[in-house]
């Protein structure tokens, strides 16, 4: 009955883990593409991301790059991410209150 119960709580985690969410831009935040780049929002054409960071000294910039599109998840208690279709993981770079 615990292995159940166990297994059960896992699968619940996982779904909500990789819930789907649509990634809607705002332009009063800042982002993070692939945990490389900075990127903000232009009404436009979407998220614009800089390209001042060579991709070769980005850690994890090919996993990030390549994540389930549609994924969500916690960068940190104040940040999100998701995987966007073209673009990447992107994140959040909202400060934490104290």
């Known amino acids: 009955?615990?292995?159940v119960t166990l297994v059960c709580l896992t699968i619940i985690l996982i779904g909500i883990h990789?819930?789907?969410a649509d990634f809607q831009c705002s332009n009063d935040t800042t982002y993070t593409e692939n945990g490389?780049?900075?990127c903000s929002c232009n009404?436009?054409?979407g998220v614009v991301c800089s390209t001042k960071k060579l991709i070769e000294n980005c850690q994890n910039y090919h996993q990030l790059r390549?994540?389930?599109v549609g994924t969500t998840?916690?960068?940190d208690k104040?940040?999100?991410c998701w995987s966007v279709e073209d673009i990447g993981t992107?994140?959040?770079n909202k400060k934490c209150s104290l």
Request: overall charge positive; hydrophobic content about 20%.
């Open 73 to 75: 998840s916690k960068k």
């Open 36 to 38: 490389c780049n900075e």
């Open 90 to 92: 992107v994140c959040s």
């Open 43 to 45: 009404s436009r054409i």
């Open 18 to 20: 990789t819930a789907k």
């Open 1 to 3: 009955m615990k292995l």
């Open 66 to 68: 390549h994540c389930k």
């Open 78 to 80: 104040c940040n999100n």
